[in-house]
T-cell receptor, first 113, second 112 residues
Framework: DARVTQTPRHKVTEMGQEVTMRCQPILGHNTVFWYRQTMMQGLELLAY????????DSGMPKDRFSAEMPDATLATLKIQPSEPRDSAVYFC???????????FGPGTRLTVL | GQNIDQPTEMTATEGAIVQINCTYQTSGFNGLFWYQQHAGEAPTFLSYNVLDGLEEKGRFSSFLSRSKGYSYLLLKELQMKDSASYLCAVRQNSPGNTPLVFGKGTRLSVIA
């Protein structure tokens, strides 16, 4: 069945290292979201794309985070350099313009030591 | 600014009914969503309200009052598998698939 996939599922890294997270949206979905979830802040939007074009990345710390969609089947979120405060679960979600539902991937649990 | 408030935790008994409230103050409004999230898993869509009133879907119902900035999720005939976090979210901007602003979630524990 159609699902959003994310890799890796878990990542432990040291402060200062680069982290790359990948997301494969559901085939045919033209809208992709990156959210971050922490206990303190809950789920927060980092960035979103429609038809591979970034529409809003105001939730991302621009100096260290970058998000791209190299093609319609792949979205990436990079952190360079990573910091302990980036420790969180990062969710990718996809959907279709004109429809309400966003389908979430299983998330990448990131721990920065 | 934007603010979405819901209780942090609730406990209810198997077979009972529970109501989870959500109040919101956002700069725009174009729909209210409820998501369910089991521990360690992804959020899954439960319901959507854009007009005032009650939407029913099986054991789950969701209510919206736009004038009061208020919604609730009603779960009937509670089952142990309903133990999860329930997230209230508002779509602020244009209709269609645009970003959601989430509350911090209500952790529901269903006990025997």
């Amino acid at each position: 069945d159609a699902r959003v996939t994310q890799t890796p599922r878990h990542k432990v890294t040291e402060m200062g290292q680069e982290v790359t997270m990948r997301c494969q949206p559901i085939l045919g979905h033209n809208t992709v979201f990156w959210y971050r979830q922490t206990m303190m802040q809950g789920l927060e939007l980092l960035a979103y794309f429609r038809n591979r074009a970034p529409l809003d990345d105001s939730g991302m710390p621009k100096d260290r985070f970058s998000a791209e969609m190299p093609d319609a089947t792949l979205a990436t979120l990079k952190i360079q350099p990573s910091e302990p405060r980036d420790s969180a679960v990062y969710f990718c979600a996809s959907g279709l313009r004109g429809f309400n539902e966003q389908f979430f991937g299983p998330g990448t649990r990131l721990t920065v030591l | 600014g934007q603010n979405i408030d819901q209780p942090t935790e609730m406990t209810a008994t198997e077979g009972a009914i529970v109501q989870i409230n959500c109040t919101y103050q956002t700069s725009g409004f174009n729909g209210l969503f409820w998501y369910q999230q089991h521990a360690g898993e992804a959020p899954t869509f439960l319901s959507y309200n854009v007009l005032d009133g009650l939407e029913e879907k099986g054991r789950f119902s969701s209510f919206l009052s736009r004038s009061k900035g208020y919604s609730y999720l009603l779960l009937k005939e509670l089952q142990m598998k309903d133990s999860a976090s329930y997230l209230c979210a508002v779509r602020q901007n244009s209709p269609g698939n645009t970003p959601l602003v989430f509350g911090k979630g209500t952790r529901l524990s269903v006990i025997a």
